[in-house]
């Protein structure tokens, strides 16, 4: 294996990961898709070994944000189906249909003009149809049939164009992790099965069906369809606190750096940019070189903790762009080298990624999103390191 700077890192937790897949699975009727959701580097895990692992497991289906994604995929041998959830430039159909990659189609402009670049390059494009059935982000505008008899004609038309392979229609629910969100999810799944319908009667069937994200995956078996699109809880996460129970799921990510390190600090002493915290006691204070450049928020300056010898320790002041400072003066023994966990667990202890969340006012998704491109990820098995990702060098 390279060498890695022992500075800051990541480790994702393929035994966890592949844990929570056949969770998932067993969940899920045998003979419905389970599509593992790997856009944003595989929520900042590294897209290419979860993706692998997932494969591995059985997933049948991938989905992206974007072309670049996609290909980063195929590039590294991932040869299932692909869906790209989100925009594609028209110019690139060519990558599309030669990495044999599946669009997403939000409506008619977009589906003709696709059609149309693809006739001229002479290669077919596969397509999957977006509805908005409430989220009002992307999609086919549908509300009810008689309001949106032109979407229906709009969908209708795309499906049928030549140089399109229309092998697919799904929706995305706004509020199915929401504890109050069960009506409005049930409306958008009634609309949307509706469309289906409506189109069938047109003549327009689809093999592949697909609305449900990682919360509709766990709280609505009946939307599950053709195909699940878990996100989140593949990586040990829930989307919202009240769904913990639902499933016993394992964490794959926790985040650590080392102390670099040691010094007293009198009493009345200030620490950090803007000298926002005052020592009121003879104080000991670790540095360690981890900061908001890594992924470690400003916003957690003066309110969060780390794991230091399986204990709580502050934050002292501002987090620097490169280092944060820790109170350990309760903690015996620190020295330089010491691991200090961010979040995840350091023997019986453990900071959950939704508390680190908190503590900066943000949401797990994005507080795993965030975690920076300076900072490696090591994969482990059995708890061993088997292979890591380096952004930088």
């Not at 480790?11 to 009727?29: G, H, P």
Request: hydrophobic share 40%; charged share 25%; glycine share 8%.
């Amino acid at each position: 294996m390279e060498h890695w700077l022992k500075r800051t890192w990541a480790e994702i937790d393929l035994d966890a990961l592949s844990d929570n897949f056949r969770k998932i699975r067993a969940v899920v009727r045998p003979d419905c898709n389970v599509m593992g959701i790997v856009k944003a580097d595989g929520y900042g895990h590294g897209a290419v070994a979860c993706a692998k692992m997932l494969k591995e497991e059985g997933a049948s289906w991938f989905g992206v944000s974007n072309i670049e994604e996609a290909i980063q995929l195929r590039q590294a041998g991932i040869v299932e189906p692909i869906l790209i959830l989100s925009y594609t430039p028209v110019e690139e159909t060519v990558r599309l249909s030669g990495y044999c990659l599946t669009q997403a189609v939000v409506n008619a402009e977009y589906g003709r003009d696709l059609n149309a670049r693809a006739e001229k390059e002479g290669v077919t494009v596969r397509v999957h149809l977006k509805v908005d059935t409430g989220m009002s982000r992307v999609g086919f505008v549908y509300r009810d049939a008689e309001q949106d008899e032109k979407t229906l004609a709009d969908m209708a038309e795309v499906a049928r164009l030549p140089h399109l392979c229309a092998e697919g229609i799904f929706t995305h629910f706004a509020v199915s992790d929401e504890p109050d969100g069960e009506e409005f999810t049930r409306l958008q799944f009634a609309r949307f099965t509706e469309a289906i319908e409506k189109l069938k009667e047109r003549g327009v069937t689809f093999a592949l069906r697909h609305c449900c994200n990682s919360a509709a995956t766990l709280r609505f078996p009946e939307m599950h369809l053709d195909m699940v699109r878990p996100g989140l809880i593949l990586y040990g996460l829930m989307p919202s606190e009240f769904m913990k129970p639902l499933l016993p799921l394992r964490p794959v990510m926790s985040m650590k750096t080392r102390v670099s390190m040691v010094k007293d600090v009198p009493a009345g002493e200030t620490v950090s940019y803007g000298r926002t915290y005052k020592t009121d006691r003879p104080t000991v204070i670790a540095t360690v070189p981890v900061g908001y450049a890594d992924g470690y928020s400003r916003k957690l300056s003066n309110k969060a903790v780390m794991l230091l010898g399986g204990k709580r320790v502050p934050i002292c002041g501002r987090v620097c762009m490169d280092q944060s400072m820790l109170d350990v003066t309760d903690v015996p023994g620190v020295c330089t080298d010491m691991t200090a966990v961010a979040f995840g667990r350091d023997g019986d202890a453990e900071i959950p990624v939704e508390e680190f969340a908190a503590w900066s006012g943000t949401i797990n998704y994005e507080a795993v999103c965030e975690i920076g491109k300076r900072v490696p990820r090591l994969f482990l098995k059995n708890g061993q390191v088997i292979g890591q990702l380096n952004y930088i060098v």
